[in-house]
């Protein structure tokens, strides 16, 4: 676990560092919440799993699923961000901020209880 750990708060300096390199600007538009924590989750998930492993090819696919993307989706719209600056910079910084609040206990906790509040919400709604 620890190891995940140290890996995680790398892939948190390497965009802190891309980040400082490339600046800001305080007009960028901000990327949708939902890419946001679908680029993490799947980080995270090749950080652990490895980028190519079998177990990464089905975590990916669900990962997409949960988020509602498809492959095709997901890889347009990082090549979006990626080719525009515009774009690319505050994406980095939703990215850095997201990591940051999943390693940060008391957040983390806080956003696991708002998600089962939501889902018990939405089971209720269902069952009615």
Known sequence: MRNVASRVVSALALCCGLLALWGCNEESP???????????????????????SATTRLARRDILKKYG????????????????????????????????????????MRRKAIEAAKAKSKKKKEDK
Not at 30 to 52: C, H, L, P, Q, S
Not at 70 to 84: K, V, W
């Open 30 to 52: 901000e990327v949708e919440e939902k890419f946001v924590a679908a680029f993490v989750d799947m980080r995270v998930m090749e950080t652990i799993y490895g980028a190519e």
């Open 69 to 108: 993307y498809t492959r095709e989706t997901y890889l347009a719209r990082i090549e979006q961000i990626m080719a525009n600056e515009m774009y690319w910079v505050p994406f980095q910084k939703q990215v850095v901020a997201k990591i940051d609040s999943t390693l940060d206990p008391v957040e983390f």
